[in-house]
């Protein structure tokens, strides 16, 4: 019997829900110490080069413990399993799941009926709604532009959300590929989910994800919605290039106006973006023009992209920019990000005496209600994930961490 589980995660955490459950369903606790796990379940995106380069150090590793502990067993798959035949080049391991069937393919190998356990999974705020979609955006690998769309039925969002509320939590994350595609597969959209959660539940704070800015601008009445509903406090948009060529050259079909007039929309709430770099089409003029769009218009909470020009993508096959011209542009987005960060941060720092609502993300740290911002506190301090508190911003910790590029700064609970 399986006692304990490490699940490494190299991508997103498209995972993570499915994961939860086979803990659920083996009875086993989750460990971080992959050299004395029972069982080890890795998990590989398949979205960039980078991701598969790595794949072999990872393998490397898995493979001696294997040697050493032959009884551990170790599982591996995710998006890149469509890409790579784990079994045959990896023949170690002891078995191999697809994306988002991490559940079912295991239940072949650890013999357990995968239809034994679907109760929601909410030791944590966020609620998975959605997955798959149905666009065919230029910079999307190939695999992942047939992915099918399948949305999770609205009685079940409104019970997972219910079950996350009655653990203590105040803000849910809802999770999905292409959260405006919401439903389609089913007969109703996102927003007669938001409708049923206002009138359904108790719900005080939304943080809605991957909103596709092409269909967005085609929904008027859910871009009101989300704009009006104090309870949706974040939105997290898929801009992807604020310069025209390049979005035409992207598959995208909303004008930069557009894109603008619906983040003035959304200015009241925490908004959250995305920014390619080195898409085929992008110029020094055009580039330049985007970067003092995004300062004029306050989108300082961006993480950036660089284009991978891989085969699978569609923009593999348009001419590239020269790799040197990419980097010194990626560091000039880079040090205006930075710029405008330490400008919010000052502005808050300036104003800390009323105080922030934050809320618990871990250990020491909060997230501001309001604010795409971390605050590190006194790390010997015991928080309650999901609760508000009160803190006092006191300075700036760092700006940037790793490619996530969160604004962390200082405080103190008041």
Do not use: W
């Not at 898929?238 to 983040?263: W, Y």
């Amino acid at each position: 019997m399986l006692k304990t589980i490490c699940f490494s995660n190299t991508g997103c955490s498209a995972e993570d829900e499915d994961f939860l459950r086979l803990m659920r369903i083996l009875g086993a606790e989750r460990t971080q110490n992959i050299f004395e796990a029972d069982c080890i379940v890795q998990h590989f995106c398949g979205m960039s080069t980078e991701n598969y380069e790595v794949i072999p150090k990872c393998m490397f590793v898995l493979e001696k413990i294997k040697e050493e502990r032959p009884e551990v067993k170790i599982f591996v798959g995710g998006c890149a399993s469509e890409v790579l035949n784990f079994q045959k080049r990896y023949p170690f391991v002891d078995g191999v799941f697809a994306r988002r069937h991490m559940i079912e393919d295991l239940s072949q190998y650890l013999g357990f009926d995968p239809e034994c356990d679907k109760e929601p999974i909410c030791n944590h705020n966020a609620v998975r709604i959605q997955s798959g979609c149905l666009r065919q955006c230029g910079f999307c690998k190939k695999h992942y532009m047939s992915m099918p769309l399948i949305s999770k039925p609205l009685e079940q969002v409104i019970k997972d959300v219910k079950e996350v509320l009655k653990n203590g939590h105040s803000e849910v994350i809802l999770l999905a590929e292409n959260s405006t595609e919401y439903g389609i597969d089913l007969g109703y959209r996102l927003i007669d989910l938001l409708k049923e959660l206002e009138n359904k539940t108790q719900i005080e704070r939304i943080c809605l994800t991957a909103l596709c800015i092409d269909e967005l601008v085609l929904m008027p009445e859910l871009v009101d919605y989300i704009a009006d509903h104090k309870e949706i406090v974040s939105v997290q948009i898929e801009i992807q290039s604020l310069i025209p060529l390049v979005r035409k050259n992207m598959r995208l079909t909303s004008t930069r106006e557009e894109v603008l007039k619906i983040c003035k929309r959304f200015s009241k709430k925490r908004i959250t973006t995305n920014i390619m770099v080195g898409y085929p089409g992008e110029n020094k003029v055009d580039f330049d023009e985007q970067l003092d769009l995004i300062k004029e218009n306050g989108l300082y909470y961006i993480q950036v992209n660089e284009f991978d020009a891989t085969p699978g993508t569609p923009g593999y096959e348009m001419e590239q920019i020269n790799p040197s011209i990419v980097q010194k542009r990626l560091l000039k987005m880079m040090n205006l990000l930075t710029l405008l960060k330490r400008e919010k941060a000052n502005g808050m720092i300036n104003s800390a005496q009323k105080g922030y609502t934050g809320v618990a993300m871990g250990k020491g740290t909060l997230l501001l209600n309001g604010e795409s911002i971390l605050v590190s506190v006194n790390e010997d301090i015991e928080l309650t994930y999901g609760k508000e508190y009160m803190v006092k911003v006191t300075g700036v910790d760092q700006l940037f961490t790793g490619k996530e590029q969160n604004m962390r700064l200082k405080g103190v609970l008041l």
